[in-house]
């Protein structure tokens, strides 16, 4: 009897503790390849972004209305994509801030880098002038610094 609730109190013990190790990891920054990240860090990524979006979508403006593509069908839909991207990373902005931890904006992320890779093959076959392409690699960079966090594949895979 004394053997049998020995074992029990030593079950019970072993299930409480790895209990209490896995709530310890979960509040425990995230790793992304090796390095840590808090969610200031990420926030900051975040945030740069979203200005860069915003310089970017306003240069692509621009670029497309100095091209061959004015005034035409083509141009409106590239221009709803490039806003659209600019919305979600705002949209994303928002919601990191309202979150306990930053894993929990994955798909937001995966969202915005689904969007930024169907610009990207844009910026990569039109010509669109230095200040724009200077200001899409920006963006593509930090875009790409998110999703290495995130673990996520790179603007221009193919697994968007």
């Known amino acids: 009897m004394k053997e049998n609730l020995m074992k029990l109190i030593v079950g019970v013990s072993a299930v409480f503790m790895i209990l209490v190790i896995a709530d310890i990891s979960n509040a425990q920054p995230r790793k992304a390849r090796g ?3 808090t969610k200031k860090q990420v926030e900051k990524v975040i945030k740069r ?7 970017f979508v306003d240069n692509f403006d621009e670029s497309l209305d100095n091209s061959r593509l004015d005034g035409t069908e083509r141009e409106d839909n590239l221009m709803k994509k490039a806003r659209k991207l600019e919305n979600e990373t705002d949209e994303l902005e928002r ?13 937001q992320v995966r969202k915005v880098l689904n969007l ?10 039109r010509r ?3 200040k724009t392409e200077a200001n899409w690699a920006k ?3 930090e ?3 998110l999703a290495r966090i995130y673990r996520l594949p790179l603007v221009g895979s193919s697994a968007y």
Do not use: C, P, Q
């Open 116 to 125: 930024a890779t169907d610009i990207n093959r844009t910026v990569k076959k």
């Open 49 to 55: 972004v979203e200005t860069r979006a915003d310089n």
């Open 95 to 107: 919601e990191f801030d309202k979150s306990d931890r930053w894993i929990e904006n994955k798909a």
């Open 128 to 130: 669109l002038g230095k």
């Open 139 to 141: 963006l593509r960079y």
């Open 35 to 37: 390095k840590i990240y």
């Open 143 to 145: 875009l790409n610094t």
